[in-house]
């Protein structure tokens, strides 16, 4: 089974800050990630697809980088709104999906 | 704007059946380019994904619940269905469904349904 990891687990940053968080599969999966926001209380929300395309409707500040075993979440400006838990999702291994164990992005 | 709403008990004895109905409304479940899925979320924890079913009734399961999981599909009331047989307490969780391109994302879902097992 191919493995999922996030770091940071947890990051700190303010308003306006530019924020990246790192996923890494334990073996190759070419551009099969998404990227997702979740809320307290509320269903994740598709950021990413393909490692870099940005779904329809969300903010250009979010970007997603890489292929094969590394890629990054970028926000570029940090906004209120962004304060939430991000998650990123392997599809490589058809038809198992994998997601990795979450980033939780918080106001310092 | 296609929307997804789970429906299904809340409570669960040990043992027994956990049994969720997914509607879809805005949209047709029997689309050719989508699958439909189930992903569950323990209390604070991570997402795990259940399975996903393609309106003609193909499916795919997760390996490690695949021994007790069914999806099923009924186009004429847009709807798809998760069965997760002989609960325990570590199936307690929030169920989500949501629409799946063809297993790679998942790009509508719906606002989750708490079930927990317990006697």
């Known amino acids: 089974d191919i493995q999922m990891t996030q770091s940071p687990s947890s990051v700190s940053a303010s308003v306006g800050d530019r924020v990246t968080i790192t996923c890494r599969a334990s073996q190759g999966i070419s551009s099969w990630l998404a990227w997702y926001q979740q809320k307290p209380g509320k269903a994740p929300k598709l950021l990413i697809y393909a490692a870099s395309s940005l779904q329809s409707g969300v903010p250009s500040r979010f970007s997603g980088s890489g292929s094969g075993t590394d890629f990054t979440l970028t926000i570029s400006s940090l906004q209120p709104e962004d304060f939430a838990t991000y998650y990123c999702q392997q599809a490589n291994s058809f038809p198992l999906v994998t997601f990795g164990p979450g980033t939780k992005v918080d106001i310092k | 704007q296609l929307q997804l709403q789970e429906s299904g008990p809340g409570l669960v004895k040990p043992s027994e059946t956990l049994s969720l109905t997914c509607t879809v409304s805005g949209g047709s479940i029997s689309s050719s380019s989508y699958y439909w899925g189930w992903i569950r979320q323990p209390p604070g924890k991570g997402l795990e994904w259940i399975g996903s079913?393609?309106?003609?009734?193909?499916?795919y399961y997760n390996p490690s619940l695949k021994s007790r999981v069914t999806i099923s599909v009924d186009t004429s009331k847009n709807q798809f269905s998760l069965k997760l047989s002989s609960v325990t307490a570590a199936d307690t969780a929030v169920y989500y469904c949501?629409?799946?391109?063809?297993?790679?994302?998942?790009?509508?879902w719906g606002q989750g349904t708490l079930v927990t097992v317990s006697s």
């Open positions: 079913i393609y309106y003609s009734g193909s499916t």
């Open positions: 949501a629409r799946d391109h063809t297993v790679t994302n998942f790009d509508y």
